[in-house]
């Protein structure tokens, strides 16, 4: 009557001991899973073909087409890594013939209605002559998604060795599912040893004609001082770009 008892006891728990194995062995499946899915939902990435490559008013490429490209991996703390590229021609001519943007930052909510990005920005420009890569500090605040401010500060912008503060206001308007309007108005404050501050804006409209692709037609326009700074490249000037997110 022991042994028998003992031998039922011995079988229970062996079965208690393989059932607690399979539900260990369905959670680290489950697991594993959702980190798979949780990393795969972290990486995200875009890649555009435009007219021409508009960086705060003026061309960047001499009004040649660009084709751009970056990927983003972001942690689910709000912090992360991105690099984006694009084929570059300035003038006066420094050899640039690329340029990569490295991002460190971190992004999430704020409240209900408002959200923060802050990062830190390098400019690289490889293969060039002189020192024209440089640093800049920025940050965007941004309200239900569709109105924001952005601030970005350098102590050397534009590789110039002088201060510069970029500021800008956004807004977008969605129309329906497949078209918005896009607005901007930005301010450079630029050391007066260097050059004079300026201004540009841009009025845009997207039509998200199949996901994840999107057409972008773009109209820039600068002020007489971002002319002098940046002659030919600077003014009025229409951008056109297919592009898509991933």
């Known amino acids: 009557m022991g ?68 990927v983003k991996y972001a942690h689910d703390s709000g912090f992360y890594a991105s690099a984006w590229g694009s084929n570059v021609k300035f003038k006066p001519d420094n050899n640039a013939s690329s340029e990569f943007d490295i991002a460190l930052g971190w992004s999430g909510k704020l409240a209900e209605d408002w959200a923060l990005d802050a990062y830190y920005l390098r400019y690289q420009y490889p293969g060039t002559q002189g020192s024209p890569s440089w640093n800049e500090v920025n940050a965007a605040l941004t309200w239900r998604d569709n109105y924001w401010l952005s601030v970005g500060r350098s102590t050397n912008a534009m590789a110039s060795k002088t201060t510069g503060t970029y500021a800008l206001i956004g807004v977008r308007y969605p129309v329906n599912d497949k078209w918005r309007f896009e607005g901007t108005l930005a301010r450079y404050f630029l050391d007066s040893a260097y050059a004079d501050s300026y201004t540009h804006g ?45």
Request: glycine fraction near 8%.
């Open 3 to 70: 042994i028998s008892l003992f031998v039922r006891e011995k079988n229970h728990a062996s079965r208690k001991i393989q059932a607690t194995r399979k539900v260990v062995a369905a959670a680290i499946s489950v697991l594993l899973l959702g980190a798979a899915t949780s990393v795969q939902a972290q990486v995200s990435g875009n890649v555009a073909l435009t007219s021409d490559y508009v960086w705060r008013g003026s061309s960047q490429t001499r009004e040649k087409p660009a084709v751009q490209a970056g």
């Open 202 to 246: 841009s009025l845009g409209v997207v039509w998200g004609f199949q996901a994840p692709f999107e057409a972008r037609l773009t109209l820039h326009g600068t002020d007489s001082a971002a002319k002098r700074m940046f002659p030919s490249m600077a003014g009025s000037r229409v951008e056109f770009a297919l592009q898509a997110s991933f």
